[in-house]
């Protein structure tokens, strides 16, 4: 079976900091997605940054990027000068051949000013 | 620009009621799924659709159904709902191939 674990369910860092989430995951899967969604107290589900396994780059967007290391099934994100809208929950989510998402936990993350 | 609509946002019923939530989707994707969102667990599937009048059990089906007449429309049924489907419930769509939900904004059903 498919698992996502963040080991942080809690983090607070003051406005223009850099933040990293942690993110692990098992699986026998070759080919697979790796997702991180924001949740923000508005509910809305939203997706930050997209990881395909077979690729070798990290995945950047804007100030967001991943460290993703396949053979140690990690999967980090980084959100870079922190801003106060970056206050949420983060999922990390894997999603393989059925489409199917299987999400961790969930990472509290708070942004001070 | 909403793409993704569960048609309530708050829900409150009583123990026993049949509960339905609604959700439709406008991108037409083949894969819609239902999941519920517990703190501390994540989001868990309780059930999903490849195709009209298809469905397929997820993690924790058990005290739920669905419906899926149309491609741009899933169902969440709570035949005799109880307490503990007191959740957010949250509704997504992807195209088939994946590579990404998008999501509806939620309904949070709370039964007394």
């Known amino acids: 079976a498919q698992t996502v674990t963040q080991s942080q369910p809690e983090m607070s860092v003051q406005e223009a900091e850099t933040v990293t989430l942690s993110c692990t995951y098992d699986t026998s899967e070759s080919n697979y997605y790796l997702f991180w969604y924001k949740q923000p107290p508005s509910r809305q589900m939203i997706l930050v940054i997209r990881q395909e396994a077979y690729k070798q780059q990290n995945a950047t967007e804007n100030r967001f990027s991943v460290n993703f290391q396949k053979a140690a099934k990690s999967f980090s994100l980084k959100i870079s000068d922190s801003q106060l809208g970056d206050t949420a929950m983060y999922f990390c989510?894997?999603?393989?051949?059925?489409?199917?998402?299987?999400f961790g936990q969930g990472t509290r993350l708070t942004i001070n000013p | 620009d909403v793409k993704v609509t569960q048609s309530s946002r708050y829900l409150v019923k009583r123990t026993g009621e049949k509960v339905f939530l609604e959700c439709v989707q406008d991108m037409d994707h083949e894969n819609m799924f239902w999941y519920r969102q517990d703190p501390g667990l994540g989001l868990r599937l309780i059930y999903f659709?490849?195709?009209?009048?298809?469905?397929e059990k997820g993690d924790i089906p058990e005290g739920y159904s669905v419906s899926r007449e149309k491609k741009e429309r899933f169902s969440l049924i709570l035949e005799s709902a109880s307490t503990n489907q007191t959740s957010m419930y949250l509704c997504?769509?992807?195209?088939?191939?994946?590579?990404?939900?998008?999501f509806g904004s939620g309904t949070r059903l709370t039964v007394v």
């Open positions: 997504a769509s992807t195209k088939a191939g994946g590579g990404g939900y998008t």
């Open positions: 989510a894997f999603e393989w051949g059925a489409q199917k998402l299987v």
């Open positions: 659709s490849y195709d009209v009048k298809m469905k």
